[in-house]
């Protein structure tokens, strides 16, 4: 195997409230390989979001603080470089962002083109931090001076190229529109763009497609799919959607109360879910035979999680050390990772669970 | 062909459909120039007919922006109807002065889409929940309470739940409190709109398996709005599609999933990201474009813009609702050649890869 993009080791973050240490990731560890698309789910308050943040090195502090482990991009610890490196070269450049809802990371006093202009003009191309023209366009005199004019030219065709590349009609008309004026679909493909325009080796996707209808959703999927492939670019896609990560993945992690449990290759983890956890979670979603099965019990509380195995006190397999200690990492077949003292075995388990709902 | 009004008014005696609409209309104006006098309309709902039958589950699918919500809220008087009837167990409870109406509202009932929105923050829980009866009732307190507490715990909630804020719960229990409140006055229908959006999945299996549980305790029928298809496939015996303010295919679950005959449904079928590949019928398009904003609704067929197989005809007349098969009605021209959107040369880029 190829050295991954990026390789997240024994991340523990918590974060210190009124009520005590919400413990959110406790010893979390992932990879990302080239050109791959890796699907991070799991339900809510997992843990999934904050991955996203330490990545761009966007923990607020305080509340969270960041206690050990390591982040690898390229071989390089991005929690040991400087807020500044990482502003210069990583974050918006050799990292992106897709946000969840688009119209809350739009400025929406501001065209659409005056904030991609921005970003083009601080993460593209050469450093202008230091630079003469950096310190002129920074603070309130960049509300009040016109671009200029060579520069908002090359920008205006480099959007309008990029627009025409996500499929966004009529780009000349729609890049001198305020945020509100385009519909959902379309402002989720102007923030794909931006991902994309800065050239990224690695998108950190956060649910993109979840504030938007079915039909819309397919069309972003198919779109986001079609582009980071002709890219090259890798893709952490952050859903707690199943099905959607069926449709985009090639390579599936869950997390559950701030730890994974498995890593497996699409096929594999549809196919063969090894951890309790995933086998539950697959069952609870609406099929065809129109039988309702939900997990007992409630997701804990991170901030008194239980000991040994998170998800102990919901199991059905469960045995004396899981109550005890973090069960070890196993790999059932090359490439399919579990946490688990006691995962399914499918060759006394007859039934995969494609029979179970087909 | 079988008229829609003819069909149900025979039914009316005998109490078996729950609720009932016919030819409901409901327009918003379009405000503008220096008197704010309507200068358009948008027609949210487009005489949309259909029956709910007693016990019975009708969901109701679409996009965002096609009528869905303001049915529901047009149905429970929230919003008033521009014409059309509303029948609720074979009573009239549209057009009927407000004292009247007071009591029939009273059965039907409508959960809404964010429970923690619709829940005062200011209010502690319990008194959220004796609201509807001290309004509707003239219960004693001891009586109210007692009332309250028996609904709290048919939706798997405790009694010291009472006393808290809507902020200490989370979404699925918020939602266990949106039903407990409408469960109090007795309703005989309940709208639902969105019920488990924004839950999570092990959630979700949970709060569905509550709905079923509690309609079965109450005897009561759903109305059951949402987006998401696959939930609706599981819980639903009825489904009603919509496109732009109209019903484009109606029938049994079954029917409308394996042999759908409007090509929105299909679209929208193919649309949803599944697990399993088998039982979605048909080939895997995606669909192109949005759809057109409610004020400037095409001539014809509304879906005409949208549609592979539209031909002259579709864009002058409107196509009805019409029955195809016992129970199964679909609103387009090409209804019976549906199957013909297998074997057209679609767009390549709408083309999936199954």
């Known amino acids: 195997m190829t050295v991954p993009i990026l390789e997240i080791r024994n991340l523990s973050i918590h974060f210190e409230t009124d009520y005590g240490r919400v413990k959110a990731l406790s010893g979390a560890n992932l990879t990302v390989g080239q050109e791959e698309i890796v699907g991070l789910v799991g339900e809510s308050g997992c843990g999934k979001t904050t991955i996203a943040r330490a990545i761009l090195r966007v923990i607020p502090s305080p509340p969270g603080i960041i206690e050990e482990g390591a982040i690898f991009y390229d071989g390089q610890d991005l929690l040991k470089l400087t807020p500044r490196q990482i502003e210069e070269d990583i974050r918006g450049r050799a990292i992106t962002f897709i946000p969840q809802d688009p119209f809350l990371s739009l400025n929406p006093v501001f065209t659409i083109q005056d904030q991609i202009m921005e970003l083009l003009f601080w993460k593209s191309g050469e450093k202008v931090w230091s630079g003469e023209l950096g310190k002129r366009m920074k603070g309130a005199w960049r509300y009040l001076r016109p671009w200029p004019s060579s520069l908002r030219r090359s920008y205006v065709e480099k959007i309008v190229e990029m627009f025409r590349e996500v499929q966004i009609p009529g780009p000349l008309l729609q890049i001198s529109k305020l945020p509100h004026e385009v519909s959902g679909g379309q402002r989720q493909r102007v923030m794909i763009a931006m ?92 099929n065809v035979r129109g039988e309702i099965r939900d997990i007992p019990g409630e997701v804990p509380n991170l901030i008194d999680p239980p000991s040994g195995c998170r998800f102990h006190p919901r199991c059905e397999n469960v045995q004396a050390p899981c109550s005890q200690h973090r069960p070890p990492v196993l790999e059932i077949t090359p490439g399919h990772w579990v946490r688990c003292y006691n995962p399914i075995s499918y060759s006394n388990l007859r039934r995969g669970i494609h029979q179970l709902n087909g | 062909m079988v008229d829609l009004r ?90 009927l002065p407000r004292s009247k ?133 599981m819980i639903c015996h009825e489904i009603a599609v919509m496109y732009l303010g109209k019903i484009v295919e109606i029938g049994r679950t079954g029917e409308v999933f394996n042999h759908s005959m409007h090509p929105y449904t299909r679209f929208l079928l193919s649309a949803i990201p599944s697990l399993w590949d088998e039982g979605r019928g048909g080939r895997k398009v995606v669909m192109g474009g949005e759809p057109p904003s409610p004020d400037d609704i095409p001539s014809g067929c509304r879906f005409q813009n949208r549609c592979p197989l539209a031909e002259e005809e579709c864009t002058q007349l409107e196509p009805e609702l019409l029955e195809v098969e016992d129970g199964h009605r679909v609103a387009c021209f090409h209804s019976r050649d549906i199957e013909r959107l297998d074997h057209l040369d679609l767009d390549p880029s709408l083309q999936g890869e199954t």
């Not at chain 2, 609409?21 to 709902?45: D, E």
């Not at chain 2, 009528?67 to 009239?92: M, P």
């Open chain 1, 195 to 286: 991902a994309l325009l800065t050239k990224p080796r690695l998108i950190i996707a956060d649910e993109p497609t979840t504030s938007l209808d079915v039909t819309v959703q397919a069309q972003v999927i198919r779109l986001l799919r079609s582009l980071v492939k002709q890219h090259g670019t890798s893709v952490l896609f952050i859903t707690h959607d199943l099905g959607v990560a069926n449709e985009i993945c090639n390579r599936i992690i869950v997390l559950y109360a701030g730890q994974e449990v498995e890593m497996a290759s699409k096929s594999e983890f549809f196919g063969k879910p090894c951890h309790p956890y995933t086998r539950k979670l697959l069952e609870s979603l609406p």
């Open chain 2, 6 to 95: 003819e069909d149900t008014s025979t039914n009316n005696s005998a109490i078996d459909i729950a609720l009932e609409v016919r030819n409901l209309r409901k327009y918003f104006p379009v405000k503008g120039g220096m008197f704010r006098r309507p200068i358009g309309w948008i027609r949210a709902i487009d005489n949309i007919s259909f029956g709910v039958k007693t016990g019975s589950i009708l969901g109701l699918v679409g996009e965002s922006g096609c009528g869905k919500s303001t049915l529901g809220k047009t149905i429970v008087g929230v919003f008033h109807a521009e014409g059309g009837e509303i029948y609720l167990e074979g009573k009239r409870i549209s057009g």
């Open chain 2, 101 to 233: 109406v007071r009591d029939l509202r009273k059965r039907i009932q409508y959960v809404y889409q964010d429970p923690g929105a619709s829940l005062d923050p200011w209010w502690i829980v319990g008194r959220t929940l004796r609201e509807p009866l001290q309004f509707y009732t003239r219960l004693p307190r001891k009586e109210i309470d007692e009332k309250v507490l028996s609904m709290v715990r048919a939706v798997g909630l405790k009694k010291d739940h009472l006393t808290r804020y809507p902020h200490e719960f989370s979404g699925g229990q918020q939602r266990r409190l949106g039903l407990a409140r409408v469960l109090t006055l007795n309703p005989s229908v309940i709208i639902f709109d969105e019920p488990t959006s924004g839950l999570d999945v092990s959630v979700q299996a949970t709060i569905l398996k509550l709905f079923l549980k509690l309609k079965e305790e109450f005897h009561l029928t759903y109305l059951f709005i949402s987006h998401d298809l696959a939930v609706v496939r």
